[in-house]
């Protein structure tokens, strides 16, 4: 089970951040409880569960969400939950902090402590672009961001979801038609911190960044297109983002 942005639920739960970001919290909480009656499968109860946690007012309420986050998260095999577990188990241990409950906290801490010390995401991995590139070419840091034109990024970026590539692909800057490539990383990488444990918990894009480059290794052409209607409002989400780009 992989993170998908047009999935019902997770569009369900984007509407309750909307709301809540500009600040109708009365009005997120029913959409976010509604995802959670919604929810068909664990994976969509897990990331469910985490909004219906992240706006409790009561400690004991928000830790019955968080539960229910992980009894579902850890019921799919899955390296989106597996990289949303540190936080998870970190924001149990603050609950049970408040709830002075010394044993518990304890244990969750060491909890997420392991969980930071799992291995990588192994792949593959996918770069979305309109470039023409081939099979050996090396893709490096130092291209404009598709996001705000005045930043040249330090790091090259990707992602294990071919449909996250394909994303990518689609709302380039540049010229071509749309391409998603098969990339091996040939340095070390890290979580993309502009989405880890931003909206979402953990990383369910399974987006990374690099300063090494990344080898392409061969390309993919089928993956979920965006309709014009859905690329017109991601590209109106982009322009009304005032967030600053993590590089």
């Known amino acids: 089970m992989e993170f998908n942005p047009n999935n019902p639920v997770i569009q369900r739960c984007m509407q309750g951040l909307d709301l809540a970001e500009k600040g109708q919290p009365e009005a997120a909480a029913p959409a976010f409880l509604q995802a959670w009656n919604e929810a068909g499968n664990d994976f969509e109860k897990f990331i469910a569960a985490?909004?219906?946690?992240?706006?409790?007012q009561d400690t004991r309420d928000k830790l019955t969400w968080l539960q229910a986050a992980l009894q579902h998260g850890l019921s799919v095999n899955s390296d989106a939950v597996k990289s949303a577990l540190p936080s998870?188990?970190?924001?149990?241990?603050?609950?049970?902090?408040?709830?002075?409950?010394?044993?518990?906290?304890?244990?969750?801490?060491?909890?997420?402590?392991?969980?930071?010390?799992?291995?990588?995401?192994?792949?593959?991995?996918y770069h979305g672009t309109r470039a023409d590139l081939q099979?050996?070419?090396?893709?490096?840091?130092?291209?404009?961001?598709?996001?705000?034109?005045?930043?040249?990024?330090?790091?090259?970026?990707?992602t294990a979801l071919v449909h996250g590539a394909g994303l990518a692909a689609a709302l380039a800057n540049s010229g071509g038609r749309e391409r998603v490539y098969i990339v091996e990383p040939t340095g070390s990488f890290e979580n993309d911190p502009n989405v880890t444990d931003?909206?979402?918990?953990?990383?369910?894009?399974?987006?990374?960044?690099?300063?090494?480059?990344?080898?392409?290794?061969?390309?993919?052409?089928?993956?979920?297109?965006?309709?014009?209607?859905?690329?017109?409002q991601w590209r109106e989400k982009l322009a009304n983002n005032k967030g600053e780009i993590i590089n």
């Open 135 to 158: 099979v050996g070419d090396l893709l490096v840091a130092g291209g404009v961001s598709n996001y705000q034109s005045d930043v040249v990024m330090n790091h090259i970026y990707f």
């Open 198 to 232: 931003k909206k979402f918990p953990g990383n369910p894009t399974r987006s990374y960044r690099s300063t090494a480059p990344l080898r392409i290794v061969g390309e993919v052409t089928e993956w979920d297109r965006l309709t014009p209607e859905q690329l017109r």
């Open 88 to 125: 998870l188990y970190t924001n149990m241990a603050q609950c049970y902090a408040a709830l002075n409950d010394a044993d518990n906290e304890k244990k969750y801490l060491g909890l997420a402590a392991s969980a930071v010390e799992q291995l990588p995401d192994k792949g593959p991995f």
């Open 50 to 56: 985490h909004f219906m946690a992240r706006y409790q």
